[in-house]
């Protein structure tokens, strides 16, 4: 699987997104009532839109990015290394505009590919929708809409939409697929769902970008794995 695909090749990507305001009372009246409407779909009857907006984060028009990680693999004297660095800031355009910088001056060499876990749905649509927000030029890799399929595949990779083999039915997470390829993940992480508290009432971005940073390779090592080869232990991630 993916033997033609040289993993140094590949940039690892993972967002962390929050929404745009500690709490829902915060939101602008109009972005209330908007958000009230899009919560319809998910809500119970029984629960106002002020008890769901904590998922406000995961709508590019609801939420913002406040950590990108991006990492690659390298090798030293026939060892791999993996080597990450975080773009983050509470400045949402200041970091889109750091990390969009890097996407194209990494892009602009041939056959370099972006690779994210459920990036088709999430981490790449996210990036360009708020790229936009922030009155920001798309990155090249992101430029994408009415792209072919094909095409896409030449700039774009997805553990997860590999990982379905077509079935379009089928979601599985990131951290199902560690433990089902037998990739150590660490004990003392944060999940998704705790991202906004952390960034909000602890006041701990830090931990966020450590979390963000360990996601990305897991996300190589998943691919390595896809490969057959072994995986990259994080002893030997590297932080710039």
Known sequence: MLNNINVEDLLFIDIETVPQYPEFSELK????????????????????????????????????????????????????????????????????SQFNDMLNKFMSHPGKRLCAHNGQE?????????????????PKALDIAGMKPWDLKEKLMDTLQLWKFGDYKN??????????????????????SQVAKVYYHDGDLDRIIRYCEKDTLAVANLILRYKGEAIIPMENMEIA
Request: contains cysteine.
């Open 29 to 96: 009246e109009d972005f209330q009532k908007l958000w009230e409407k899009k919560s319809t779909y998910f809500r119970a009857e029984d629960q106002g839109p002020d008890e769901v907006y904590e998922r406000a984060g995961i709508y590019a028009e609801f939420g913002k990015i406040i950590c990108i990680s991006a990492g690659v693999i390298t090798q030293k004297q026939g060892e791999r290394f993996y080597r990450v660095k975080s773009f983050y800031d509470d400045n949402e355009k200041k970091l889109l």
């Open 122 to 138: 999430f981490d790449y649509p996210y990036i360009a929708r708020r790229t936009l927000i922030n009155g920001l030029s798309l």
């Open 171 to 192: 979601y599985t997470s990131l951290s199902l697929l560690c433990a089902v390829f037998n990739i150590p993940t660490p004990k003392d992480d944060i999940d998704g």
